[in-house]
């Protein structure tokens, strides 16, 4: 018998911009990271990497860590995530709540069958 495969993290529709800009413009994981905690649009970057037609420009992965060094004063961040594993950890997140918020409803209804039998005795 075949093992069962792990089902892919589903990527969020919200973060799938990321990667595709990080295809797109060859963007490190890194460079991505920062981009998204500068609060850039994925799909505003096609403007700031015009870099071949318009030379005064940075290339996009030194203008962004560039503004990545004058806004937190470092070059790169302290840990740096994939949108892979940012999308399974939002996705454990939600799972974990989703079973404590289950186990909270179970909860009550096995404290009043305890109440009631302790009382009965």
Do not use: C
């Not at 990271?33 to 096609?46: D, F, I, V, Y």
């Not at 990497?49 to 318009?54: K, Y």
Request: aromatic content about 4%.
């Amino acid at each position: 018998m075949a093992k069962k495969a792990e089902k892919p993290t589903k990527i969020p529709p919200s973060l799938q911009p990321w990667i595709e800009a990080r295809r797109r413009f060859r963007l490190s994981h890194a460079h991505v990271q920062m981009a998204r905690e500068l609060g850039l649009n994925p799909q505003k970057l096609g403007k700031l990497a015009n870099h071949d037609q318009e030379p005064w420009k940075q290339p996009l992965p030194d203008f962004i860590v560039t503004l990545y060094m004058k806004h937190f004063e470092r070059e790169r961040p302290e840990t740096v995530k994939t949108i892979e594993q940012i999308a399974a950890a939002k996705q454990a997140k939600k799972q974990a709540k989703k079973a404590a918020k289950a186990g909270a409803q179970q909860q009550p209804g096995q404290e009043a069958a305890a109440q009631e039998a302790s009382a009965a005795k």
